[in-house]
């Protein structure tokens, strides 16, 4: 219930308001790098030294204008080869609506089309994020058509979807590389499962369908049992710690246990974001974890 009261809260522009004006100093920097790409390429160069690989985000999403989404593909461009001229370890990740779903679906597809050129051509990769169920066949659609020119795309599957393991199925024959997440938005019973348990058992299907197939699989969550269960399941099938999967954390959560995998020998990737349309993300954080919410909120009182 506090989870779906913040998730509507997030649509109020009183709330949008407050939050966006004081939100950067009271604590969504412990999740976000910053609002400028240079605020993210140290967050990104200093979790590097720590061991951890970095996917980029700029975080935007739903843009209005051809413009906005032709630029918010430059700036993706851009950043990659910022990565390669710095040697920085770090993918870009990014939601279709950010570079023109909403507008107009070929426009999406061409401007992703064009980082995932630069991502070829630079060695390095990229991934189509899932956003709200409305767009998975949008998504499914461009990624197939994405990965049937390039190698290095990848994309989203969240296991809160029933159509999740239909949607891996289809997939497969395309050695996909899959970041297995949750789901992040509010979604009816129609379409979702309900119950945490549902979700969690269905996760649990998914990554070992993934991990048994060709391809690449990014398991995505901070949920310590899951992450136990798939350790003991890629030993049990004998996979090697490194070229087959990977584990994947958000920047600000679950930093123990990742840090615990990097010493164990497993490739472990941050997903780091930053921009000023930072509002939507932090409110999908809070609303993960309603303790959060207290932590943000003490923010408000002990600001300078
Ligand atoms: C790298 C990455 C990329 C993602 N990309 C997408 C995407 O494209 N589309 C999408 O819908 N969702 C995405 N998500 C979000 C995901 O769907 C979940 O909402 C989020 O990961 C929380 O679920 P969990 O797997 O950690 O499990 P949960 O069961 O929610 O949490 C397990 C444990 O992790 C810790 N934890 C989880 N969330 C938080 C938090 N916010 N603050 C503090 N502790 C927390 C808690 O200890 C909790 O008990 C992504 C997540 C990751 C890690």
Aim: proline content about 4%; hydrophobic content about 45%.
């Amino acid at each position: 219930m506090i989870r779906a009261a913040i998730l509507m809260a997030a649509d109020s522009a009183l709330v949008q308001r407050a939050v966006r004006r004081y939100g950067m100093q009271m604590g969504a920097k412990r999740f976000v790098a910053g609002e400028t790409a240079s605020d993210f390429l140290d967050a990104a160069s200093a979790v590097n030294t720590r061991g951890f690989a970095v996917a980029c985000g700029i975080l935007g999403e739903g843009v209005r204008s051809r413009e906005e989404a032709t630029e918010a593909a430059e700036e993706y461009c851009a950043l990659l080869r910022t990565f390669a001229e710095r040697g920085i370890d770090a993918n870009v990740a990014f939601k279709l609506t950010h570079v023109g779903l909403d507008i107009d679906p070929e426009l999406a597809y061409e401007n992703a089309a064009r980082i995932a050129q630069t991502a070829q051509d630079t060695g390095n990769t990229m991934r189509l994020d899932m956003e709200q169920s409305r767009y998975v066949d949008a998504t499914l659609q461009i990624h197939r058509r994405l990965r049937e020119r390039f190698g290095c795309v990848g994309f989203v599957l969240q296991s809160y979807l029933h159509r999740s393991m239909d949607d891996l199925q289809n997939a497969l024959p395309l050695q996909p590389n899959v970041r297995l997440v949750k789901g992040a938005y509010l979604e009816p019973p129609t379409v979702a499962f309900p119950s945490k348990a549902d979700v969690d058992a269905n996760y649990i299907r998914l990554a070992e369908t993934a991990l048994t197939h060709p391809g690449y699989t990014a398991i995505a969550t901070h949920d310590p049992k899951i992450i136990a269960h798939l350790r003991d399941f890629i030993d049990r099938a004998g996979l090697p710690k490194r070229g087959r999967f990977e584990f994947q954390m958000l920047y600000g959560i679950g930093s123990p246990l990742a840090q615990q995998l990097v010493e164990s020998g497993y490739r472990v990737r941050l997903a780091i974001p930053f921009g000023n349309y930072w509002f939507p993300y932090l409110m999908r954080r809070l609303a993960e974890r309603p303790a959060n919410l207290a932590f943000f909120l003490k923010g408000a009182f002990t600001r300078g």
